[in-house]
């Protein structure tokens, strides 16, 4: 069992629905990133929220949009999404703070998302 | 801008055998970390092993070692006495500031798919 919570496990909507991905730590973490990755393709960042702020991939489409309502849960809103945003969806968390390089990042299971 | 490379995209290796998975950077950072992640099919990432680029000795983490020559830019991977459950895609990973933020995030390489065979 990872300690990074992400729901729902799988989702399948269709291109005018609007659902959210839940992901929540409770390992007093400061910081925590959405990843998406395709299949056979590695991980790529879309956002960060680190002591209250939030940094944005530029190339993230503005039908995603993250939420933090508190340190411990960083949700990500979906709308008017593609069939080419059909990926696994990664939550991470790590200590955050000043930069430490040596914080691994600890990620959820992924929510799969499949668009109709 | 940061770039990590793996070049081999799959590995075939005998179960209790030993493998190493290459990995090699480029970074104008003095300081930077480089991570290694597992990721079984089920897909979650696993975090094995970390090398800070001001650690001196190589990185040691039960059956996982990072060989890491910091002249050669690179961080391979070795695994010990291969196991079975070991069969998933491994990512090396490093991490990268972000534009005008201040903030660093993970940059992974495209993987390498190591299966171990009986």
């Known amino acids: 069992d990872t300690e990074v919570t992400q729901t729902p496990k799988h989702l399948v909507m269709g291109m005018t629905n609007k659902k959210s991905l839940k992901c929540e730590q409770h390992?007093?973490?400061?910081?925590m990133y959405w990843y998406k990755q395709k299949a056979k393709k590695p991980p790529e960042l879309m956002f960060v929220?680190?002591?209250?702020?939030?940094?944005i991939n530029e190339s993230v489409p503005s039908r995603f949009s993250p939420e933090c309502p508190n340190s411990s849960l960083l949700n990500l809103h979906l709308h008017a999404l593609q069939p080419e945003d059909s990926a696994l969806y990664l939550c991470?968390?790590?200590?955050?703070?000043?930069?430490?390089?040596?914080?691994?990042?600890?990620f959820g299971d992924g929510t799969r998302l499949s668009i109709l | 801008a940061q770039k990590i490379t793996q070049t081999q995209p799959g590995m075939f290796v005998q179960e209790k055998e030993a493998v190493t998975l290459d990995c090699t950077y480029d970074?104008?950072?003095?300081?930077?970390?480089l991570f290694w992640y597992k990721q079984p099919s089920s897909g979650e990432m696993i975090f094995l092993i970390y090398?800070?680029?001001?650690?001196?000795q190589n990185a040691t983490e039960g059956r996982y070692s990072l060989n890491f020559q910091k002249a050669r830019k690179s961080a391979n991977l070795v695994i010990s006495a291969s196991q079975l459950g070991d069969s998933a895609m491994y990512f090396c990973?490093?991490?990268?500031?972000?534009?005008?933020?201040?903030?660093?995030?993970?940059?992974f390489g495209s993987g390498t798919r190591l299966q171990v065979q009986p």
């Open positions: 991470a968390s790590s200590q955050g703070g000043p930069d430490r390089g040596n914080q691994p990042q600890h």
């Open positions: 390992m007093g973490h400061r910081a």
């Open positions: 929220y680190s002591y209250e702020k939030l940094s």
């Open positions: 970074t104008s950072d003095p300081s930077y970390g």
């Open positions: 090398q800070g680029s001001y650690d001196q």
């Open positions: 990973a490093m991490r990268e500031p972000l534009r005008d933020t201040g903030r660093r995030a993970l940059t």
